[in-house]
């Protein structure tokens, strides 16, 4: 008995939401790969406009990483109360709300606990 994914996708029927979730799933993706991706580009500039040393910069680099372990074990344990869709959406507007407070930090110190929680949404 062989799964065939054509077969299984004609017993469920193809509907225009399976285009949301798939563009949906899409776009969250690019918002996690970006997190990672465009934080090794700009930590010489960072290193500039902070003026912080190299130990600073490691934290910075792998604070993000904190924050995926925590969100992880988090979601984990509120799945349960809250469901599924409810937690996704949350992450996602928090994940763009911390995002943009990142734009507008000035302080080091500030700029690593927005990292922290970007890493919490992502996990």
């Not at 054509?6 to 563009?23: A, C, F, P």
């Not at 010489?44 to 680099?61: G, H, P, Q, T």
């Not at 709300?97 to 080091?108: A, D, E």
């Amino acid at each position: 008995n062989k799964f065939d994914f054509n077969d299984l996708v004609e017993k469920i029927g193809y509907q225009s939401i399976h285009n949301k979730i798939i563009i949906s799933s899409f776009l969250l993706i690019l918002l996690e790969g970006s997190s990672f991706t465009f934080a090794s580009t700009y930590i010489i500039a960072l290193e500039k406009y902070f003026m912080i040393d190299d130990f600073m910069i490691s934290i910075l680099s792998s604070i993000i990483f904190v924050g995926v372990g925590l969100g992880s074990f988090s979601i984990g344990l509120l799945e349960p109360y809250f469901s599924r869709l409810l937690l996704i959406k949350y992450n996602v507007l928090s994940f763009i709300v911390f995002s943009l407070m990142l734009i507008f930090c000035s302080n080091i110190y500030v700029f690593c606990l927005i990292r922290l929680f970007i890493g919490f949404n992502i996990g």
